[in-house]
């Protein structure tokens, strides 16, 4: 048994919660992720059915399992993302319940773009990072903020694949989701700190650079949900207040022309 897989089988036997952080006797930190449990697969059902009504492809949900099977699948995923040079945690030794692997780094680009002293150049750079991983003909899973990771050498990162899009969707479609579940997990925090417009110009350049399947299944997504735009109240929830931002931010990108100076 290699040294990884005694520190799995002995840490896993102690643990309680489903995902826990350590650092072992030579300094290194690693993170242990035990089953969880199964997840109820109606609402996943409820939110296909609403995907399929408004025609949004590429927000349909991709169940995630949990137990075993998301464990699997994580493994999977992270083993095959190493493979294509996309930085994710390196997976140090695995067994049907658990999983050992390494850490990247201590900060979420969520919190950096939250509370760090230049939010816009953090929240560019999360986008160059996903174009990068897009561009080796990879995909993410759940590419919110709070899972990318600002490294320990200064780069970006990204964890949790517990679910693989690629099981339910095509290439551009995976590409797509990863679009949309960044801008939907920032676009709020952009809105509080004033941003939206200036992040509105930037996204509508990169946008406008993506291939035709991918932009196409965004700009079904924008012009289905433009409507939300125009809530603002706290009352209604800070998941209406996330995607009505999202929303806004697309209304922005769509208002913009470019000027002499940028390409078209």
Known sequence: MSDYSHHLSTLSAQQNH???CYALENGETVWLRKTGKHLPQWRYKLLGWI???LKLGALH???NF???IALQTEAERLKQLHRQGVCVPPLLAQSDDALLFGHIGNHTLLSEIEHGGN???SWQQGLDAIAEVHAKGAYLSQAFARNIIRTDNGGIGFIDFEDNPADYLDF???CSRDWLCYLHSTAIVLNAHGLLEE????WKQLSDTLPENTAGAIAAAAHKTLWLRHFSSPKLGRDTLR???LSKLFFLASRHRPTESEPS
């Open 18 to 20: 489903t995902i826990a």
């Open 51 to 53: 995907a399929s009504l």
């Open 199 to 202: 992040a509105a110009i930037i």
């Open 61 to 63: 949900p991709v169940p």
């Open 172 to 174: 551009s479609l995976c």
């Open 66 to 68: 949990g137990g075993r």
């Open 243 to 245: 995607l009505a931002c």
């Open 119 to 121: 939010p816009l150049q």
